[in-house]
């Protein structure tokens, strides 16, 4: 263990579930279809997204096109974006009573900005106003196989997202897997320290969302959580579109 | 050349052996005088023959655009307000104050990040989660703390730029009016600061005296320290 763990537990009404992993773990798609389960459900379920604050967008941008950023300054802009997610979002919604579900947390954080070589013990402060989730996920997968996910699904690979910034190698493609292997030993470490679920996202995506479900299930155990008074009615074959709601609005900007 | 000193772990990737320069730091409450001093102490340096460069919150590239529009705004959470100016803090530091430094410059720094804990801590965050968070920050060889009692700081920003939402705490509820707000909002600022002073040792300089009574005093602290080692 690097740093102190120092998430608080919530005690709050909701549940905040999570999924962590390096890029092409394949966590995006198994919290996409965890959302639509539990919506199909009936349940009240909110969905947030690494880097989506729309307060921040613009300085993220402008910080990336113009490689402006340092180590400290790309992390603490991320907790300002985190900070803005959770004191409108998130942190509001769970106190409701509403099963959060988070596409990265801070431990993101934890494992990207310690990998760029900032402080460990500084960044879990810097987080230490959000709260240890009920489930954390980690889509672990060998390295090889994240690379070439990640490789055959887009042109080319971003300046930080290969890890430019730390001058590891002049290749993209050799940068990348050098900056995602640091990144998967930070993962690593914190299984313990912050009570992961291990997840091999080397199996199929139906077999992975059918572990999920049942986690998701055990947690949800004996919980009631914020009533929905839209729940779709099971079975109806004329439903009308569902309203939109304060829920949804984000999901869908 | 003088031993580099940071308030927690620095820039644990980038690693800084020495710097030349000097940083002197004026805080203070708004409306205290600090941009009239450091330009009165700008021209002063420079007459006197030093390198100098200026510096002060909000005026970081990177940031200044998003931080200006969401201050525009009324979603700005008070965590989010601490990290956004602490993004904008940041890279002053790493791009223009250390470089500067380095280079031999006098710096000249209206606020810090003193002033950020300040309202944090007004704005209810953890004290200490608001000093953690900063320890990246470069020691000063001096700051100033410029410290008025809230006529005076009235007087001054009637006759000055005028009340304002954020510096009358209004986003915090605060008061229903500006003038209220601005000597509660104030007050607590200068409670928090008085606390600082003592455990960050702030040499504190009594404002409520006229600018040039104001500008002496300085001139004598600084002046110490730019004989040393010099």
Redesign the interface.
Known sequence: MKGVAVLRSGDYQGKLIVVEGIDGSGKSTQIDLLYKWLQSQGKSVYFSEWNSSA??K??TK??KSEK??????FS??Q??DF??R???FMQPLLKAGVIVLADRFAFTAFARDVA????P??VR??Y??AVQPDLVFYFRVPLDVAVERILSGRPKLKYYEAGMDLGLSDNKVTSFRLFQQRIINEYDEMVNEFNFTVMNGTESVEKLQKIVRQHVKKTLQGWEGLPNPLAPVRRSHHRKPPVKNALEKVKEE | MKEVSFYGSGFPYRPIKELGGKLIVLEGTDGVGRSTQTGLLRHWLEAEGYAVADTGLRRSPLTQPGLEAARQGHTLGPLTMSLFYATDFADRLENLIIPVLKAGFVVLSDRYFYSIIARDVVRGLDPQWARDSFGYALKPDIVLYLRAEVPTLISRIVHGRGFNYWESGMDIGIANNLYDGYCIYQSRLIEQLDKMAEEYGFITIDANRPVQAVNEDLKGRIRTILDQNS
């Open positions: 307060l921040v613009g300085t402008l910080g402006m950023f340092t180590p400290t300054t603490l802009l907790a300002t900070a803005d959770w004191e409108n760029r070589g900032v402080d013990t500084w402060n810097l230490s106003f």
